[in-house]
């Protein structure tokens, strides 16, 4: 956003404008990025530190602006390979931990479970076994339906290894 500034009459002052909030801000964060150290990852302390806001928030905006980072830099960062690669690595890492956390709970649910079918109260028993069942139930569908994706993604890379399209 350059202008040359001669002294022609085409330059007056009223041909000159000021440039909007959006552009002040555009250009003091692509200043901050320039100024500001990268990691090993190729990743900025301040790409870093939008990360999260950008995981927890439910949208680019909203993670923008929980980060103090306008939406127009989000958008650019998430264009960069080495960016997007290390959010969702984090993502990856998030979920990770939370389905770990899950799978625990699981585990002391089901021994809830066994504690309550071993209940003096019938009443209890059955509540607990009936649960037992429909968790197995939906555990076996699950397992099945897995197989048959695996089966279908096996298929697909065959099909497309052949330089068959579908």
Not at 92 to 116: C, F, H, N, Q, T
């Amino acid at each position: 956003m350059t202008q040359s500034f001669t002294n022609n009459k085409s330059n007056s002052a009223d041909s000159m404008r000021h440039p909007s909030r959006a552009e002040v801000g555009q250009v003091k964060d692509e200043t901050a990025e320039l100024e500001e150290a990268v990691d090993d990852t190729g990743i900025s302390e301040r790409q870093r530190a939008a990360m999260p806001y950008l995981m927890m928030a439910p949208s680019v905006s909203e993670g923008a602006r929980r980060a103090g980072v306008s939406r127009a830099t989000i958008h650019r960062w998430l264009e960069e390979p080495k960016f997007k690669a290390a959010l969702d690595k984090e993502r990856g890492e998030v979920m990770d931990y939370v389905l770990s956390s899950v799978e625990r709970l699981a585990a002391d649910s089901l021994i809830v479970i066994g504690k309550a079918m071993q209940s003096n109260n019938l009443a209890m028993q059955l509540r607990a076994s009936r649960m037992a069942l429909e968790y197995c139930h939906k555990f076996s569908d699950t397992e099945r339906l897995n197989e048959r994706v695996e089966k279908l993604e096996n298929a697909l890379a065959l099909y497309a290894t052949k330089g068959r399209k579908l």
